[in-house]
């Protein structure tokens, strides 16, 4: 029998509290931390609950039937969530990323969508509303999500061998579901629609290819993620990391490849291009991406925020606290005084754990503290 592995400490009960500067701090939109990263992307977890159980994530062994997830009371109120953004969105956020736990879990996610879909950026722009999604129920909510305002969705797949996809959901939930729930997005107009797959070495590598073959060409961008230490209990060991340097090889002398800019700055992914016979990019053929999070740092232009399904502020996906926004929405904060609370948090933000990574004593690189990526999402 397997041990149970416990976290040494619950990282949701280890909390920084969220002050109203003396002065208040005006939304400019021009808002940057210690290292001048403004503030762009901001990722909302809508729930802590998710229907999969992937290994590198929710291990079974963790996240059990014992294991004791938020209250509904603890949650934020979709108005409640709205109204956060809505001061994120004044700082600079452009984008906004749906995320969880399994976001589709939660009940009427739609009506959130609708109140993001109908904020503004400071320039007066619609923001970029997407979601991360694990594909399960998405053949069934693809349209209601796109009328509402959705925009595009990723969506996690980590092999299209249904046994090893089974195998890794640790749920036994079939690959042909989810392959109709991208089908069903794709014809929802939800796109570019990207896949992402998390590789693990010596459980899914040999996925690699068929998932390269099976995706080129369809307008859907593949991008392979390099399993991370996230979290305090995915049992993570670098001799599992495949570094992306080598997912490039292994397609590339199969599929030739030409390394293409990045799209935007602040992009997590390093874009790949599929070459035609004369090695210029075909667009027809279109690209995959990579995401080198382990072997390659990319904080330097860090511009997320996360915030967590009970409104706890996170600057760092490796973040072993967050900033509790939640008292001052339900204490009666004036909106000027939550806004000027998020810009302080964010001005003192030096947060830059992956170039760190390498030189932290183990203590401090140990995941034993860390947030999960479940409760604050990828
Ligand atoms: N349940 C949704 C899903 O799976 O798409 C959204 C939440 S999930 C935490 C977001 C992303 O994080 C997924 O693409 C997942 O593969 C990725 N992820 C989770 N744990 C990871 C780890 N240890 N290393 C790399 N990526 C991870
Ligand atoms: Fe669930 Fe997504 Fe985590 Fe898998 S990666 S356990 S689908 S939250
Ligand atoms: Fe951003 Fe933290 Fe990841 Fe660096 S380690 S890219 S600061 S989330």
């Not at 996906?317 to 929405?329: E, M, Y």
């Given at each position: 029998m397997s041990e149970r592995v416990i976290p040494l400490v619950d990282h949701r009960m280890s909390t920084l509290s969220a002050a109203v500067p003396s002065k208040a701090i005006p939304a400019t939109g021009l808002l940057g931390d210690t290292l001048g990263r403004p503030l762009r992307d901001l990722r909302i977890s809508v729930t802590?609950?998710?229907?999969?159980?992937?290994?590198?994530?929710?291990?079974?062994?963790?996240?059990?039937?014992?294991?004791?997830?938020?209250?509904?009371?603890?949650?934020?109120?979709?108005?409640?969530i709205t109204r956060v953004a809505r001061q994120f969105v004044a700082h600079g956020v452009q984008k906004i990323r749906l995320t969880g736990g399994e976001p589709l879990l939660r009940k009427n996610l739609e009506i959130l969508i609708a109140q993001l879909a109908a904020l503004r950026t400071v320039e007066g722009l619609p923001l970029d509303i997407t979601l991360t999604t694990n594909g399960s129920l998405l053949e069934r909510k693809a349209q209601a999500l796109k009328d509402a305002?959705?925009?595009?969705?990723?969506?996690?797949?980590?092999?299209l061998d249904d046994t090893v996809f089974r195998a890794m959901n640790d749920v036994d939930f079939p690959v042909a579901d989810v392959l109709r729930g991208i089908e069903a997005a794709q014809a929802a107009g939800l796109g570019p629609i990207k896949v992402n797959m998390v590789v693990k070495r010596g459980t899914n590598e040999h996925e690699i290819l068929p998932m390269a073959r099976h995706f080129k060409g369809t307008g859907i961008v593949l991008r392979f993620i390099e399993f991370m230490d996230v979290g305090a209990t995915n049992g993570w060991r670098m001799d599992e990391v495949m570094p992306s340097a080598e997912v490039v090889q292994m397609i590339h002398r199969e599929l030739p490849l030409v390394q293409l800019e990045p799209s935007a700055p602040g992009e997590t992914a390093e874009r790949w291009g599929y070459a035609d016979a004369n090695g210029q990019h075909d667009v027809r053929a279109g690209e995959i991406g990579v995401i080198s999070s382990v072997t390659q740092a990319f904080c330097s232009d860090c511009n997320r925020a996360r915030l967590s399904t009970e409104g706890k502020l996170y600057l760092c996906?490796?973040?072993?606290?967050?900033?509790?926004?939640?008292?001052?929405?339900r204490g009666g904060a004036s909106d000027e005084q939550l806004s000027s609370a998020i810009a302080a948090i964010w001005q003192g933000r030096s947060d830059r754990y992956s170039e760190l990574r390498a030189s932290l004593p183990p203590d401090e690189s140990g995941g034993g503290r860390r947030v999960e990526m479940s409760y604050i999402g990828g």
């Open positions: 802590d609950r998710c229907n999969f159980r992937c290994s590198y994530c929710m291990p079974k062994e963790v996240f059990d039937k014992d294991y004791p997830y938020l209250p509904h009371s603890a949650l934020l109120s979709f108005e409640e305002g959705l925009q595009r969705v990723t969506v996690s797949l980590d092999g996906l490796f973040a072993n606290q967050g900033h509790d926004l939640k008292p001052l929405v």
